[in-house]
Nanobody, 116 residues
């Protein structure tokens, strides 16, 4: 079993920056892919960015050039650096972990609000 705890959300003005963190903990697990997803009110949950154990990254078109995903494998932590934030980035951001056995875990979510 893996537990994911996100932090770093908050309120920021448009053009500002935030850094999200997600720490994974548990016993006898090995992480394959870590990712960030977001869900705005009344909308579906969408991919923001993912990073594999090999360091390969993928981004939604809407955040390319503004967001950067990274991971610290020694700490089982994934980060999302968000720059040039826009009001449309406002959402609850969720951390996701897929382990080597393809088991899927989600964090509780952290609110990001960007004011115009």
């Amino acid at each position: 079993q893996v537990q994911l705890v996100e932090s770093g959300g908050g309120l920021v003005q448009a053009g500002g920056s935030l850094r999200l963190s997600c720490a994974a903990s548990g016993s006898n697990f090995r992480i394959n892919t870590l990712g960030w997803y977001r869900q705005a009110p009344g909308k579906q949950r969408d991919l923001v960015a993912t990073i594999t154990s090999g360091g390969n990254t993928d981004y939604a078109d809407s955040v390319k050039g503004r967001f950067t995903i990274s991971r610290d494998s020694a700490r089982n932590t994934v980060y999302l650096q968000m720059n040039s934030l826009k009001p449309e980035d406002t959402a609850v951001y969720y951390c996701r972990c897929i382990d080597l056995y393809r088991r899927d875990y989600w964090g509780q979510g952290t609110q990001v609000t960007v004011s115009s």
